[in-house]
Nanobody, 128 residues
Framework: QAQLVESGGGLVQAGGSLRLSCAAS????????MGWFRQAPGKEREFVAG????????VYAESVKGRFTISRDNAKNTVYLQMNSLKPEDTAVYYC?????????????????????WGQGTQVTVSS
């Protein structure tokens, strides 16, 4: 079981940027699809972005396309989420997650149930 630790959250004004990081230990994640999800108060956890084990395939939720970029550094066992042009509706706890299965590419519409290891989350708050 991988241990995932997110960092980089905080308070930012609308239009600003943040970069989230997800560091992994306990399992080498270079062969797993990784994802970012978020959960706002009173709402279900939703998919934000996913990246294949090689970094060659990325998938984004429509709400963040063109503003967020997911990337990974397998040498550092770390995944990133660069968030630009942030909006108040991006306010949520952001979670990093790792796939169950090695070498599997991200599905076209990733779900919570596609991922087996989760971090504790990092709060992102965007003020208007």
């Amino acid at each position: 079981q991988a241990q995932l630790v997110e960092s980089g959250g905080g308070l930012v004004q609308a239009g600003g940027s943040l970069r989230l990081s997800c560091a992994a230990s306990g399992r080498i994640l270079s062969t797993y699809t990784m994802g970012w999800f978020r959960q706002a108060p009173g709402k279900e956890r939703e998919f934000v972005a996913g990246i294949s084990w090689s970094g060659g395939t990325t998938v984004y939720a429509e709400s963040v396309k063109g503003r967020f970029t997911i990337s990974r550094d397998n040498a550092k066992n770390t995944v990133y989420l660069q968030m630009n042009s942030l909006k108040p509706e991006d306010t949520a706890v952001y979670y990093c997650a790792a796939d169950f299965v090695r070498w599997r590419p991200p599905p076209p519409h990733p779900e919570v149930t596609d991922f087996g290891s989760w971090g504790q989350g990092t709060q992102v708050t965007v003020s208007s």
